[in-house]
Nanobody
Framework: DVQLQASGGGLVQAGGSLRLSCAASGFTFDDYVIGWIRQAPGKEREGVSCISSSDGNTSYADSVKGRFTISSDNAKNTVYLQMNSLKPEDTAVYYC??????????????????????????WGKGTQVTVSS
């Protein structure tokens, strides 16, 4: 069975840090881009960050650049999202998702797909991140 298991959410004060994990199983990890999407009540879905499992290329939404870092441990089929300097506006449910890697597509292409919910092959259950002011 295909699984994307997101974990690591919680409650943190503004300025704090959290690390989310997305453990994948049931598909060929290296063939996919793994991304994080967040959805807050009353707000548009946002593609936060993504990483190509095959070559490690990363991309970030402008709202998180310089604060969030995505990384991948291919031996463990796990992607991490290190979130530093958290702000109340980062409060959302965070989902990880897998998209089949296509050559010559940029990271912004995949972030756009994540935002629209298009071309996503596998979804994980969300993990709640709450940042208090």
């Amino acid at each position: 069975d295909v699984q994307l298991q997101a974990s690591g959410g919680g409650l943190v004060q503004a300025g704090g840090s959290l690390r989310l994990s997305c453990a994948a199983s049931g598909f060929t990890f290296d063939d996919y881009v793994i991304g994080w999407i967040r959805q807050a009540p009353g707000k548009e879905r946002e593609g936060v960050s993504c990483i190509s499992s095959s070559d490690g290329n990363t991309s970030y939404a402008d709202s998180v650049k310089g604060r969030f870092t995505i990384s991948s441990d291919n031996a463990k089929n796990t992607v991490y999202l290190q979130m530093n300097s958290l702000k109340p506006e980062d409060t959302a449910v965070y989902y990880c998702a897998a998209l089949f890697w296509v050559p010559y597509r940029s990271g912004s292409y995949y972030l756009g797909l994540l935002k629209r919910g298009d071309g996503i092959d596998y979804w994980g259950k969300g993990t709640q991140v709450t940042v208090s002011s």
